[in-house]
């Protein structure tokens, strides 16, 4: 998945998870609402009984998958090393959320993770998977502000209000950039925000 490593192998060593493989090719190709077992199954290379082995439906294997690749975009697509000052962390943490998805396989992961969140605005299993995720991302953005404060490298800003602002910016650039096709540059705008908003010595950057 581009820098930030694949979501899947080539050829994954247990069945479940080649079944999910299949699910997230098929759902990038043809969106939830015609997305079927026998659609999955066409990017399966075993028979079609087994997804319905593993799973009880449609709804039942696109769950499991969205908790794979929340899971695995905390692992590949999320790292955050605890060295370096705040700026640093910071800066490094959203030049992996939000470049520009040039590689295939990151517009594939965008638009089926659209298409979840979509789903969850029906269905409460899917709400609070997006939520334990959105949890995650959150907690890091606002334990990198908090040492910012704490270290006086970022002003006296409250990292629960930054952090929402942050989350919201970067949620809805994705959503506009899926459902309408349209990339909109925003890092230089970031930047910004980081060097006079942020930074203790924002007066000194004017």
């Known amino acids: 998945m581009d820098k930030r490593g694949p979501l899947f192998v080539d050829e994954p060593d247990d069945t479940k998870t080649e079944i999910l493989k299949a699910t997230f090719d098929a759902l990038a190709e043809h969106g939830y609402?015609?997305?079927?077992?026998?659609?999955?199954?066409?990017?399966?290379?075993?028979?079609?009984?087994?997804?319905?082995?593993?799973?009880?439906?449609?709804?039942?294997?696109?769950?499991?998958?969205?908790?794979?690749?929340?899971?695995?975009?905390?692992q590949v697509?999320?790292?955050?090393?605890?060295?370096?000052?705040?700026?640093?962390?910071?800066?490094?943490?959203?030049?992996?959320?939000?470049?520009?998805?040039?590689?295939?396989?990151?517009?594939d992961y965008e638009t089926v993770l659209t298409e979840l969140r979509m789903r969850a605005a029906q269905d409460e299993a899917f709400q609070e998977c997006f939520n334990r995720?959105?949890?995650?991302?959150?907690?890091?953005?606002?334990?990198?502000?908090?040492?910012?404060?704490?270290?006086?490298?970022?002003?006296?800003?409250?990292?629960?209000?930054?952090?929402?602002?942050?989350?919201t910016l970067v949620s809805g650039r994705t959503?506009?950039?899926?459902t309408t096709g349209i990339s909109r540059p925003i890092q230089s705008e970031l930047d910004n925000y980081i060097k006079y908003r942020l930074l203790a010595d924002a007066e000194d950057n004017v």
């Open 33 to 74: 609402a015609n997305l079927t077992i026998e659609r999955i199954s066409q990017h399966f290379s075993k028979s079609e009984g087994l997804v319905f082995y593993h799973y009880d439906g449609k709804d039942d294997v696109l769950l499991d998958l969205l908790d794979y690749l929340l899971k695995r975009f905390a």
């Open 133 to 167: 995720s959105q949890d995650v991302f959150r907690e890091t953005i606002q334990e990198i502000l908090q040492d910012g404060v704490e270290s006086g490298d970022f002003r006296e800003v409250d990292p629960e209000l930054v952090t929402n602002f942050l989350v």
């Open 77 to 107: 697509g999320m790292p955050v090393s605890d060295d370096g000052d705040p700026e640093t962390r910071l800066r490094s943490l959203f030049d992996q959320v939000i470049s520009e998805p040039n590689d295939r396989g990151v517009q």
């Open 175 to 178: 959503f506009e950039r899926v």
